[in-house]
C-alpha cells in the first residue's frame, strides 16, 4: 500500500520560509518522479514543483519561480519543499504526490495517481 506523508506546515508571515517533507512508503521511491501540488479554498488544484526520479530535473510553477525549491533524498524515500520569500498567496493546502509511470517527470496532475493528505500553509499579511 502507497503512502504519503506530509510534513511541515504551518502559520509564517509574509516574507517567512517553511520546508515541507513527504515522505513515501509502499513504492520504490527511487523509481519515480515526485510533485508538489497545492490547492487554496474555492480554487483548482495546481501545479507547484516537481522533480525527475534522479533529480536531475526541476520545474516549478511561474508563481513560485526563485522562490521555492524542490528536492529529493532518495536514501530518505523523502522529498522537501523549500519555501522562501512566502505570500498571502501561497497560502494553500500543499499535497505532495507520485506519479502512474516509472522513470518519469510531469507537471499535470492527472499523470498522479498517490497523493498525501495535504498539509496547510498559511502566510499573514
Known amino acids: 500500500q502507497v503512502q504519503l506523508v506530509e510534513y511541515g506546515g504551518g502559520l509564517v508571515q509574509t516574507g517567512g520560509s517553511l520546508r515541507l517533507s513527504c515522505a513515501v512508503s509502499?513504492?520504490?521511491?527511487?523509481?519515480?518522479?515526485m510533485g508538489w501540488f497545492r490547492q487554496a479554498p474555492g480554487k483548482e488544484r495546481e501545479f507547484v514543483a516537481a522533480?525527475?526520479?534522479?533529480?536531475?530535473?526541476?520545474g516549478y510553477a511561474d508563481s513560485v519561480k526563485g522562490r521555492f525549491t524542490i528536492s529529493r533524498d532518495n536514501a530518505k524515500n523523502t522529498v522537501y519543499l523549500q519555501m522562501n520569500s512566502l505570500k498571502p498567496e501561497d497560502t494553500a493546502v500543499y499535497y505532495c504526490?507520485?506519479?502512474?509511470?516509472?522513470?518519469?517527470?510531469?507537471?499535470?496532475?492527472?499523470?498522479?495517481?498517490?497523493w498525501g493528505q495535504g498539509t496547510q500553509v498559511t502566510v499573514s499579511s
Open positions: 504526490a507520485v506519479p502512474l509511470e516509472k522513470f518519469g517527470y510531469s507537471e499535470s496532475r492527472h499523470e498522479y495517481d498517490y
Open positions: 509502499g513504492r520504490t521511491f527511487s523509481f519515480y518522479g
Open positions: 522533480i525527475s526520479w534522479r533529480g536531475g530535473r526541476t
